[in-house]
């Protein structure tokens, strides 16, 4: 296997990874592609709020449950197998949503395309870091980034239009034939080149990593609707909460565990998973508070919203190969260090917006956050990932992805809450003000307006406080940044890769 490797290092499998891209960006476009379209969902088939959003909740769901996973499919089967068996599920899904009939036969769509997905960014990881040599890893995963950052940014853009125009199983339609030509292409191209080992799935490990990840994930992500005092929310969370610890602690005491935690004794991993975690948090506040400025307190179409935040989607797209090159160049510390700074920056100013705040003025602000933000999380993941010998590449890819999710819905939760809570204090403290002086309008149509102008104030306030809280979560991540050293290549020793703890890559100071 070494000698195949040393080989494939030298010649990369181009056409077979432009397929992988292919499928995944078709898979990662599908993940916000129906943000937009959930208030014409719930008008066609008469639900509620609280039920549409099972259709991204689902969806997330079952990401939290499969990704986990993933490490022992990715072991268990080959890499064509595998993307073969994701992308049929993905497409299955994707054909059921186009002809559901009923709400409920659309949700189980979404969660047959999300099994299918959720299997397409850990496999395509685990193929880049076996294809390319540990010294060119940065431009790979640099073009890596460029899929999964860019899909699923433009993906509300791309589905405001459509739904101003057209049905919303438009947006199923078309993903389809591209999802079904992936599969013709990786029929006729696809190899296999991922090493596969005999492993057992411990279906006790697998149940408690789904209720333990799907648990915290659910009830992080209804907080912000349901209340954090709803027995709903704080139960699912302590059981899915106990359920990981008693996960974590069987994997550590397993000898071919299902998630192998034992990855994180090496430093450099341990530290890109935790600023990957606390950078998560802050990147999915600009992608929430954004809109919500834009659209609640601005009265800007979601369309409109979607256009803000697509220079911002491309900028990203365009610096993910190019920080790739820089990275292998210079490494992940002068780069997250950069880019830090001007995601602070940036954070910073949009927690001073104000009710004029202008369109362009917001749309400078969010591009040149994510310009920043396109610096740091591929370079200092790949950073960590290199630090792993290779048999652990499926486990440090799961559990990125995994923590990616995870940090991302606890994040948006908490900023979501803070936001609200912020906004009941400024709207009673705004009202009392108006009440001693005054100046509340005593004509019904004035005391609405006026009722409504408290409301966007104390709302402008409550995301003006989120983005600041977001500024300290990012200033933390710059704080962690100082201490990652460069991993160097592992050496091949005589014509065999170092693969072994004993010739573990080493690290160096930046």
């Known amino acids: 296997m070494e000698m195949d490797i040393k080989k494939m290092h030298e010649k990369p499998p181009y056409g077979m990874i432009a397929i ?57 089967f080959t890499n064509r197998r595998l993307f073969l068996t994701a992308m049929t599920l993905f497409s299955i899904g994707t054909a059921l949503a186009i002809f559901a009939p009923t709400f409920g036969l659309l949700v ?75 599969i013709v ?68 005491r397993m000898e071919n565990p299902m998630l192998d935690f034992r990855i994180y004794k090496h430093p450099m991993f341990a530290l890109a998973s935790v600023i990957s975690i606390v950078l998560s948090v802050a990147m999915f506040s600009g992608m929430i508070l954004t809109p919500l400025y834009v659209q609640e307190v601005r009265g800007i179409s979601p369309f409109e919203a979607g256009i803000l935040m697509l220079p911002g989607a491309v900028v990203m797209g365009i610096m993910s190969p190019i920080t790739g090159k820089l990275f292998d160049k210079y490494g992940a510390k002068v780069l997250a260090l950069t880019g830090l700074t001007i995601t602070v920056i940036t954070t910073f100013y949009l927690s001073r917006l104000e ?24 370079p200092i993941m790949t950073n960590g990932l290199n630090q792993l010998p290779m048999r652990s590449n499926p486990h440090g890819t799961a559990m990125n992805n995994t923590l990616q999710q995870v940090s991302g819905a606890i994040g948006s939760a908490i900023l979501l809450t803070i936001m609200t809570k912020r906004m009941e204090r400024s709207g009673m403290s705004l009202a009392q003000e108006a009440a001693t002086s005054g100046n509340i309008p005593s004509d019904q149509n004035a005391l609405a307006a006026f009722q409504h102008q408290i409301e966007i104030k104390a709302m402008l306030d409550g995301i003006n406080f989120s983005f600041l809280i977001a500024t ?39």
């Open 355 to 378: 009710l004029t705040s202008g369109y362009y003025y917001l749309m400078m602000l969010y591009t040149v956050r994510m310009f920043g933000m396109s610096m740091v999380m591929m």
């Open 108 to 182: 189980a769509a979404r969660m047959i395309q999300a099994s299918g997905s959720a299997l397409m960014m850990p496999l395509l990881m685990n193929v880049m870091l076996v294809a390319f040599p540990i010294e060119k890893r940065g431009s790979a995963m640099g073009i890596f980034g460029l899929v999964m950052f860019t899909a699923p940014a433009i993906g509300p853009t791309l589905s405001g239009w459509i739904v101003e125009h057209y049905s919303w199983r438009t947006l199923f339609e078309i993903v389809l034939p591209f999802a079904i030509l992936s």
């Open 20 to 76: 992988l891209f292919f499928g995944a960006f078709v898979a990662f476009l599908n993940n916000t592609l129906l943000n937009i379209a959930l208030p014409v969902i719930m008008n066609e088939f008469q639900v509620k709020p609280s039920a549409v959003q099972w259709l991204t909740t689902g969806f997330m769901l079952v990401n939290g449950i499969m990704i986990p996973a993933s490490a022992f499919f990715v072991q268990k």
């Open 185 to 252: 292409f990786a029929l006729w191209k696809l190899k296999n080149i991922t090493p596969n080992t005999n492993v057992k799935l411990d279906v006790f490990s697998l149940a408690l990593s789904s209720v333990g990840f799907g648990g915290l994930l659910y009830g992080f992500s209804s907080a912000g609707e349901k209340g954090w005092d709803a027995p709903i929310v704080y139960g699912t969370i302590a059981i899915g909460a106990i359920s990981l610890i008693v996960f974590i602690l069987r994997q550590l």
């Open 472 to 510: 300290v979560i990012a200033v933390v991540a710059l704080f962690l940044t100082l201490f990652i050293k460069r991993v160097l290549p592992p050496k091949f020793e005589n014509g065999k890769m170092a693969t072994d703890d004993k010739v573990d890559s080493k690290t160096a100071q930046d």
